[in-house]
């Protein structure tokens, strides 16, 4: 369904599971967790099937960010992480959700941490995976370089220098391929909506080059659960780490999973989804 969250603006939604369950003489409200999908420049493809694993502890909501995948094109000009941050409150007013649980996967995670400032008391629970707080190159280049050489180090930095039609493509053929420990499945990429233009409006102009959402982390009030895997080189482990020092005391919880790159629930995903599982019903 396309739901419009403000004047003009329609996303596309899609809903897994019920969110009121019969329980003995009464009905049992289920948490709901939102899905803020990858990219920028992608779709909410990337979290189906493997997500339906939590749909009997929880209420799925998929979206696609505005402008992105299925949801409505929109301005360039309104492609920013607080509005973004902001579009999570309006999809949750929209389909009158209070309290969800927010995970934010890699762009999905800057989103997140944008959210996570701008409205400290609107989730119950935040799971960051496989993000970062800045661009952090000098890591990125670091891991392209351990994974694939320095050939993949020289095309990571061509592309994160001068992020062009040119330097993407052949970053999508060396660097994409050393994201995940294990091979992406081939319809994965056949199913999934891509808009390159966000790609590269926000790894060229917009706010991924200089962003740096440390300081707003302070600002979280809900428990945050930190994934991360040992051998990503987008988003190394150094830059979750980071992210679990920036919040409150006593909110943060790092998981690190040593084999996996660039999201942990593709790579060891019954280590992944055990450890969600537990978060989310704890």
């Known amino acids: 369904m396309r739901i419009e969250i ?6 596309f939604v899609d809903i897994e599971g019920p969110g009121l369950v019969p329980d003995g003489p009464a009905m049992r409200e289920r948490p709901t967790l939102i899905l803020l999908h990858g990219g920028p420049g992608y779709d909410h493809s990337g979290f189906k099937p493997a997500f339906s ?30 509005t973004f941050a902001d579009d999570v409150v309006r999809l949750s007013d929209a389909l009158g ?7 934010g996967q890699s762009f999905g995670g800057f989103v997140a941490q944008r959210y996570i400032a701008r409205h400290p008391g609107h989730a119950a629970k935040v799971i960051l995976s496989s993000t970062s707080p800045h661009l952090g190159l000098a890591r990125k280049l670091a891991m392209f370089e351990r ?16 992020p062009t039609e040119a ?13 995940n420990t294990t091979p992406a499945r081939s319809d994965e990429a056949t199913r999934r909506i891509v808009f390159n233009e966000a790609i590269l409006f ?3 102009g917009g706010e991924q080059q200089t962003m ?32 679990a ?8 919880e790092l998981a690190v999973f040593d084999g996996s790159g660039h999201g942990a629930w593709r790579d060891e995903p019954d280590a992944a989804f055990a450890t969600l599982r537990r978060f989310i019903l704890a």
């Open 6 to 11: 403000a004047p003009g603006v329609r996303l």
């Open 97 to 103: 959700i209070t309290r969800p649980i927010v995970l």
């Open 245 to 252: 020092a920036a919040l409150p005391p006593g909110l943060g």
């Open 147 to 162: 994974l694939g050489g320095a050939a993949a180090r020289a095309v990571a930095e061509a592309f994160w220098r001068q």
């Open 167 to 179: 330097t993407w493509a052949p970053y999508r053929q060396v660097c994409l391929p050393l994201y």
């Open 212 to 243: 740096d959402l440390l300081p707003g982390l302070a600002r979280a009030q809900c428990p945050v659960l930190v994934m991360a895997g040992a051998q990503d080189p987008v988003c190394p482990l150094a830059d979750s780490q980071d992210i």
């Open 202 to 204: 926000a790894s060229a």
């Open 53 to 82: 694993r939590l749909a009997d502890v929880a209420q799925i909501v998929y979206f696609d960010h505005r402008g992105h995948g299925r949801s409505d094109r929109r301005p360039a000009d309104e492609w920013t992480l607080d």
